[in-house]
């Protein structure tokens, strides 16, 4: 049996497929998931493997699950999540922090299942898109923005709102600010809004970074710093809700085949 999970975010969407062989795909999302749905079946086919067949099981996840009609299930975000990360951690009870492009989830997990989370409002700073708006703002990659960031020192940016922030950063550009300054700043707003969301769960003894940002040691290490807990990192990070939702697939398809034995 081949078990495919399909995690469609409002900026990316990723594949994982478990089985003789283990693929991961990352694409972006686009304006349209159910396209982005088409596509996956496209590349999954160039891979050998059909969705349509009786060896193959989809669960799926995320922001545009419902656009993914050949999912055998459906599985919600929180849920996906709390599975792909305990997976990633080797199995281990963790606190996940998912920072996601329109939302960013704390997720607590406890023998094995999900115990807590708090998800921030979408229109807030402490997102990857507000990264990736300033990053473009900057003129440079996300990759860029946090090597910039690095070699800075913080420009305080206060606002809550995506838009008035911008406007902060327009204004640090007016005054010719450094942009390297200007980046660390970006960054540590970030971080200090997650770190927000995290303070519920300050008693974690184990803390893992997933989603789009979990690539970056630098923000690894911001984040390490407002919560003053060791943040790690795992080398499949951003695919934690494919993960969980292949996963889930699997233990569902499982379960039912027992049921009808």
């Known amino acids: 049996m081949i078990f495919v999970g399909i995690d469609i975010g409002s900026t990316a969407s990723k594949v994982a497929v478990r089985g003789d062989a283990d693929h ?3 694409m972006p999302t686009g304006w349209s998931s159910k396209e982005t749905a088409s596509t996956i079946v496209n590349k999954l086919l160039d891979l050998g493997i059909d969705v349509n067949s009786e060896d193959v099981v989809v669960g799926a996840t995320g922001y545009g699950r419902v656009a993914v009609d050949f999912a055998d299930y459906v599985v919600t975000e929180i849920t996906c999540h709390g599975k792909g990360g305990y997976e990633l951690s080797s199995n281990r009870d963790c606190t996940i922090i998912d920072v996601g492009g329109q939302d960013t989830k704390v997720i607590k997990i406890e023998n094995g299942i999900v115990s807590d989370f708090l998800m921030n409002d979408k229109c807030s700073a402490g997102t990857g898109k507000f990264i990736e708006i300033m990053a473009n703002r900057l003129g440079v990659e996300i990759d860029d923005l946090f090597n910039l960031a690095k070699e800075g020192d913080v420009l305080p940016i206060s606002s809550l709102c995506t838009v008035f922030a911008e406007s902060e950063i327009i204004n640090y550009i007016g005054e010719g600010r450094n942009r390297n300054d200007i980046a660390s700043g970006i960054v540590d707003s970030v971080a200090g809004k997650v770190a927000q969301l995290f303070s519920k769960f300050m008693n974690s003894e184990y803390v893992i970074l997933t989603g789009g940002l979990s690539h970056s040691i630098y923000f690894a290490e911001v984040l390490s710093k407002k919560i003053k807990t060791q943040v790690n990192i795992a080398e499949n ?17 499982n379960k ?3 049921n009808n034995m």
Not at 241 to 253: D, F, P
């Open 24 to 26: 991961k795909l990352v």
């Open 237 to 253: 990070g951003r695919f934690a809700g494919a993960i969980g939702a292949s996963i889930l697939a699997e233990q569902k398809y």
């Open 256 to 258: 039912e085949l027992s």
